[in-house]
C-alpha cells in the first residue's frame, strides 16, 4: 500500500525532522482501524512531500474490556484524558454533562473540531495501536444511565459498575477484590458529584468508591482508576 503525504503533515515532519528518515528508510507503521507492520520511505519530492509504502500485517494489542466516563472538564484536561485512556487501551470513553460541573466546558469545540479524534489517535500511535476507542458524549448522568451503553457492547458478560466517589463512599477501591470481569467505571468533576447523583448510582447498581481523601483533577482520576481497575482485573482479565 502506497500513498503520498505532504510537507506539512505531521508524519512527514516526523519522519524527516525528529527520526532524520531518508529514501529507502524503514519506520514502525500501522492502518488506522487495521493492521501494524513497517514502513519504508520511496521517495522524497521537491515539494518536501514524500511517496511511502505501508506492510501491515500484525493485529494490534486488544483494547481492554473496561469503560470509562468522565465528566465535562476544561478542554485542555479532556483533551488529556482522551490522549491518556487511548493510550492505555481503553476500548470506550463517554463524556458526560454533570450537576456540578462547570456548564461552560460543555460548548468546547474539542468535539467537533477534530481535536479529540487528534488526541485519540496521538494516544493510539504512542502505544503502536492502530484502534482506538469508541467516544460518545451525553448530556448528563441520566441519559448515560439511561442508555447503558456498556450493555450494548457485551450482553454476556456482567461488568463491575464503579463509581470513583471519595466524599461519600461505600468503600476504597484498594480494598477491591480480584475480578475478572470487565469494569465501568465513572469519575465526576473536580467538585465531585451531587448528591442527587449519588442516588442515581445506587440506583443503577453502582458501588460508590475512594481512591483516598484528595481532590485529584478529574484527568489524574481517570488514569489512576483506569490502572487500578487493570491490576484488580489480572493480567488479561480485561
Known sequence: MGRSLSRRDERTIHLLKVLH?????????????????T?????????????????????PPPRLRLRVAAAFVRPIQMRRIFRDLSNMGISAIDVLGT?????????????????AHAALIEGAVQARDTQIPILTVYENLEKWLEERPWEKTDSR?????????????????????VTSRPAVLAVGPERGWSDRE????????????????RALRTETACVAAAALAMEKAGEGGL
Not at 198 to 213: C, H, N, V, W
Open 21 to 37: 528518515k531518508k529514501p529507502g528508510d524503514a519506520f514502525e507503521a500501522g492502518i488506522l482501524g487495521g493492521k501494524r507492520g
Open 39 to 59: 514502513g519504508r520511505i520511496e521517495k522524497i519530492n521537491l515539494d518536501g512531500s514524500i511517496f511511502v509504502t505501508v506492510f501491515a500485517s500484525e493485529s
Open 99 to 115: 450537576d456540578l460541573g462547570e456548564k461552560s466546558y460543555r460548548d468546547t469545540k474539542l468535539l467537533t473540531d477534530g481535536g
Open 157 to 177: 458478560r456482567i461488568p463491575l459498575l464503579l463509581a470513583m466517589d471519595n466524599v461519600r463512599p461505600e468503600g476504597s477501591f484498594f480494598h477491591l477484590s
Open 198 to 213: 449519588r442516588d442515581l448510582f445506587e440506583k443503577a447498581g453502582f458501588l460508590r468508591l475512594s481512591m483516598g481523601e
